[in-house]
C-alpha cells in the first residue's frame, strides 16, 4: 500500500513552495506557473507602449537629456504621443529614425 | 368564424415564429456543434413542463429598413417551466435571428421575464448567444442592457440566477451573466470577451485567438468568471439540473430534503487519505465526501483556484456548502483568487440560507510580489468579510495546519463560527514550528556551539508545545477536539441543533465590502 503511495505521488508534478518559513510539497497551478516575475522599471530604456509610427526624434546619440525633455513623438491610433523622459542622463543610443513603424514593446532609445 | 379556423390561424402564425432564423440560419448553427435555443430550453426543463411567451413580439427598429424585416420574436424565446419539478423563469437567445442580436424589444422580453421571475420568486435561467447590440437600434439596444442588468443587480440574492453561455457573449452583454450567481460554460462553444481578438490586434497588434483569449477554458481556469465547464450542451444541462437540487427556490425558502444517504466509507477511509504529517498533501476533496450524504459532491470552480475547493453537497439530506483548503495545490494557500472564490461562494450560501461547513488546513497567505501588487490584501479582506457577514449556520473544522491570519480567515471562532472542531492532528499557530522557533530562539540557535543541532533541538521543542490544538482549546477558540471518525456525527449534531438559528447583524442599508 506504502509503495502505491509513493509511487502516485511521484506521477504528480509535485514542487515546492515556502509559506511562513515552512517548505510544502505540492502541485502547481497554470495560474501561479505561467506568472510573470517581476522586472523593476528602468527608465533609462524607453520601450514603445503601443504598436505605432515614430513621427519625430527630437535627439542623437550623445545628446545630453534632462527629465521633462521630449524624446519622439510615436503616433498610434491617430494620436502623436509625446514620449518625454523622466530621467537626466546622456542618449546612449537610438534605435528608430522618423517613418519607421515599431510593435508594441520595441526599444527604442536608450540613456545612460 | 368558427373556433376550428380560428385555431387553425393561430397555428400558423405561431409555425411561422417557431421556424426562428429558417432552415439555412438552423443549418449553419448546428454546423458549429450547437443546439437551438428552443432545443436547449426543451433539454433543460422537465418534460411538457416549457410554456412560451411573447412569441409573436416583433423587433422596433425603425432605421436603416429594418421596418422591412420580420425577426421572429424578436431572436429571443422566453417562458416558464419546471427543472426537477422546481419552477423557474427561463430566456434563450436565439442566434438565427439576427444573430441573437439584442434590440429593445429583444431585452423587453428578457427584462419581462426577469420581472415575472422576482414576482413568482423563482430562479431565473438566462441562456446567451448572442453578437451583441443590434447597432442599427443604436441607443435602444444600450438602454436594454442596462435595463437587464439593473434587474440582475436587484434581483441578486432574492432569487437564484444561472447564465448559461452557449456561444458569443461579447461586450456589454458579458456584465449580465457576471452579476449572475453561477455563469456555465461549454467547450469550444462559450466566448466571452470585452473586446474582441480584431479589436485588439488593430489597437495593440497582439494576435490571439477568440478560444484563448475569451473561451470556455480560460474562463475556467484563469479568470473565474465561469463556475461550471462543460464538454457538451447536454453535459452542461445536466449540470444545472443538479445545481438545482442543492439551491432553494428564493431567499425565503430552503434548499429541498432529500433521503438520508451514508456516505461511502468503505471508498473514502480518512487513515488512507489523510496524512498527520502536516506538509504531506493530499486531496481535501476526499475528505469531504468521506464526510458528506452519498459521497456526493458538486465542486463549484473546479478549475478555478484549485487551492480552494467549494461545492455543494448534503448533510442528512439537507443542503450544505463546504469550503475547504486543498493542501494538494499550491499548499492550499489563500492568494487572490481562492479569496475571491470562496468569499463569493460563502455569499451565496448565507443568501440562500445554506449552512456552511469550512475545512482548515493551509499554511497562511501565499507570499509573492505579484500576489501583492494584484491586491491579495483587498482581495484576501473579502473572505473576512464575507465569513463575518454570514449568518447561516457555520460550522468549523480544523484538521491540520490552521496558521498565521488564514487561521483567522477561514471562519474561525473570531469570525463568530458557530462551532469550531478540531482533529487531534490540528495544529493553530502564528506560523509553522521551523519558522516560528527560527525567530523565536534565533539568538540561543546562534550563539549555541552547534546551531544546526540547536536548531533542531528548538523546533522539536516548539512543535511539542504548540503544534496542536491544545492551546487554542484551552482558550476556548476551538469548541471541541474531537476523534476524526467522529466528524460527520458532529456536524449533523451541529446542524441539527442550529436549524432554528437566528443571527441579527446592525440595521444598515448596506455594507461596504471590499469589491
Redesign the interface.
Known amino acids: 500500500?506504502k509503495m502505491k503511495k509513493k509511487k502516485k505521488?511521484e506521477k504528480?508534478d509535485?514542487q515546492s513552495?515556502?509559506?511562513?518559513?515552512?517548505?510544502?510539497?505540492?502541485?502547481?497551478?497554470?495560474?501561479?506557473k505561467n506568472?510573470?516575475p517581476?522586472v523593476p522599471a528602468n527608465h533609462k530604456k524607453i520601450y514603445s507602449f503601443?504598436?505605432g509610427t515614430i513621427r519625430e526624434v527630437f535627439v542623437k546619440k550623445d545628446d545630453q537629456v534632462n527629465a521633462g525633455d521630449k524624446l519622439l513623438i510615436l503616433e498610434a491610433?491617430k494620436m502623436n504621443n509625446e514620449l518625454i523622459t523622466i530621467v537626466s542622463g546622456k542618449v546612449k543610443k537610438v534605435l528608430v529614425t522618423p517613418g519607421q513603424m515599431v510593435?508594441?514593446n520595441e526599444l527604442l532609445i536608450e540613456i545612460e | 368564424m368558427s373556433l376550428r379556423r380560428k385555431t387553425f390561424e393561430l397555428k400558423k402564425r405561431m409555425q411561422g415564429a417557431l421556424q426562428g432564423g429558417g432552415e439555412k440560419a438552423i443549418e449553419k448553427q448546428k454546423a458549429t456543434g450547437k443546439m437551438t435555443a428552443r432545443e436547449r430550453i426543451l433539454a433543460m426543463l422537465d418534460q411538457g413542463s416549457f410554456h412560451e411567451y411573447d412569441l409573436f413580439v416583433e423587433h422596433a427598429g425603425k432605421d436603416f429598413d429594418m421596418d422591412k424585416k420580420y425577426l421572429p420574436g424578436d431572436g429571443v424565446v422566453t417562458g416558464t417551466g419546471t427543472v426537477n419539478g422546481y419552477p423557474i423563469c427561463i430566456y434563450a437567445q436565439d442566434f438565427t435571428v439576427a444573430g441573437g442580436s439584442l434590440g429593445f424589444m429583444h431585452a423587453k422580453k428578457i427584462t419581462k421575464i426577469m420581472d415575472h421571475a422576482m414576482k413568482l420568486k423563482v430562479p431565473l435561467i438566462g441562456i446567451n448567444d448572442s453578437g451583441g447590440a443590434r447597432i442599427q437600434e443604436g441607443v435602444n439596444s444600450l438602454a436594454g442592457y442596462g435595463e437587464i442588468f439593473f434587474r440582475n443587480t436587484i434581483a441578486s440574492g432574492v432569487i437564484p440566477q444561472i447564465s448559461v453561455i452557449l456561444g458569443p457573449c461579447a461586450g456589454g452583454a458579458v456584465y449580465s451573466p457576471a452579476l449572475t450567481d453561477f455563469v456555465f460554460v461549454v467547450d469550444k462553444i462559450s466566448k466571452m470577451f470585452i473586446t474582441g481578438p480584431e479589436v485588439i490586434k488593430t489597437v495593440l497588434g497582439e494576435d490571439i485567438s477568440m478560444e484563448d483569449l475569451g473561451g470556455a477554458l480560460v474562463h475556467s481556469e484563469i479568470t473565474g468568471n465561469a463556475h461550471f465547464f462543460a464538454e457538451s450542451e447536454l453535459e452542461c444541462f445536466e449540470q444545472i439540473k443538479k445545481l438545482f437540487t442543492y439551491i432553494p427556490w428564493n431567499n425565503t425558502k430552503k434548499a429541498e430534503s432529500f433521503p438520508i444517504k451514508q456516505p461511502k466509507n468503505k471508498v473514502y477511509k480518512l487513515d488512507d487519505i489523510f496524512p498527520t504529517n502536516s506538509k504531506k498533501p493530499y486531496d481535501v476533496r476526499l475528505i469531504i465526501k468521506a464526510i458528506c450524504d452519498d459521497s456526493d459532491f458538486l465542486e463549484v470552480h473546479e478549475r478555478f483556484a484549485a487551492n480552494i475547493v467549494v461545492g455543494f453537497a448534503r448533510m442528512n439530506g439537507q443542503s450544505v456548502g463546504f469550503v475547504a483548503n486543498q493542501p494538494m495545490v499550491l499548499a492550499g494557500v489563500l492568494d487572490v483568487d481562492s479569496s475571491d472564490k470562496a468569499a463569493r461562494f460563502v455569499r451565496f450560501c448565507d443568501a440562500f440560507n445554506i449552512p456552511l461547513i469550512t475545512l482548515v488546513d493551509l499554511p497562511g497567505y501565499l507570499p509573492g510580489i505579484d500576489q501583492e501588487h494584484a491586491g491579495v490584501i483587498r482581495h484576501g479582506a473579502k473572505l473576512l468579510y464575507a465569513y463575518s457577514e454570514a449568518t447561516v449556520p457555520k460550522i468549523t473544522v480544523i484538521l491540520r495546519k490552521a496558521y498565521g491570519g488564514g487561521y483567522i480567515a477561514m471562519c474561525s471562532n473570531h469570525l463568530k463560527a458557530d462551532f469550531v472542531l478540531a482533529w487531534p492532528t490540528a495544529e493553530i499557530a502564528v506560523m509553522g514550528p521551523e519558522g516560528a522557533a527560527n525567530i523565536i530562539f534565533r539568538n540561543e540557535i546562534s550563539n549555541s556551539p552547534n546551531p544546526e543541532e540547536a536548531r533542531k533541538k528548538k523546533i522539536e521543542e516548539y512543535k511539542e508545545k504548540f503544534a496542536n490544538p491544545y492551546v487554542a482549546a484551552a482558550y476556548g477558540y476551538v469548541d471541541a477536539v474531537i476523534e476524526p471518525l467522529k466528524t460527520r456525527e458532529f456536524i449533523l449534531h451541529a446542524i441539527e441543533i442550529s436549524a432554528q438559528k437566528k443571527e441579527d447583524r446592525p440595521m444598515k442599508k448596506h455594507g461596504i465590502p471590499p469589491f
Open positions: 500500500m505521488e504528480l509535485l513552495i515556502t509559506v511562513l518559513g515552512e517548505e510544502y510539497m505540492t502541485l502547481y497551478t497554470n495560474k501561479y506568472r510573470k517581476f503601443i504598436p491610433m510593435s508594441k
